[in-house]
């Protein structure tokens, strides 16, 4: 039996992101921690282009391993580095608890996971009588993209809120280097 190239590829992207999440919680290096986090930002915007949602990856691209990232390094630049005793946390200085509270969350999240239809199966709500409705309403409005209605008509705070994010990381991003430029 062979395994569909998305299934595989959703394999590994989880695999990299659950690495370089423990990666970026347990490097005591600030910069090390930037870098890990912007390729698990970067991770987690290609599985969302994966899964059929480009807008939120590229949300993430562009917030998350994009200006977040050029941000921190731009903090990290202006301050000074302490000299470093290891990459790594030291192993008796996490808590014990704080590993169980971690592992009961992350056990009650999977607990979920056999509760959600498969990726791209018709079965899903979305392909149901709601899919229909608005595919027949747009067409009533007079916009000749059911997508663009979608976005505009039916998830218009959702795509405000997400224009608002994108719009908010750019006045921040500039505010910031343009102090860097004048300054």
Do not use: C, H, K
Request: hydrophobic fraction near 60%.
């Amino acid at each position: 039996m062979t395994v569909p190239f998305e299934v595989a590829l959703s394999v590994v992207l989880l695999t990299f992101l659950l690495l370089v999440a423990v990666l970026t919680a347990v490097v005591r290096d600030v910069l090390t921690a930037v870098v890990v986090f912007a390729a698990y930002s970067l991770g987690l915007a290609i599985l969302w282009v994966l899964y059929r949602a480009p807008d939120v990856g590229l949300t993430e691209a562009a917030v998350g391993a994009g200006v977040t990232t050029a941000l921190l390094l731009l903090a990290i630049s202006r301050t000074v580095r302490p000299a470093s005793s290891g990459v790594f946390v030291d192993r008796r200085s996490i808590r014990p608890r704080s590993l169980l509270v971690a592992a009961f969350v992350a056990g009650g999240l999977l607990l979920t996971v056999p509760a959600l239809p498969p990726v791209g199966s018709v079965e899903t709500p979305a392909f149901g009588p709601v899919a229909s409705f608005y595919l027949q309403d747009t067409v009533e409005r007079g916009i000749d993209n059911a997508v663009t209605a979608v976005l505009v008509v039916y998830r218009g705070f959702d795509t405000f809120g997400e224009v608002a994010v994108v719009f908010t990381a750019a006045v921040a991003a500039l505010a910031v280097f343009g102090r860097e430029v004048s300054g």
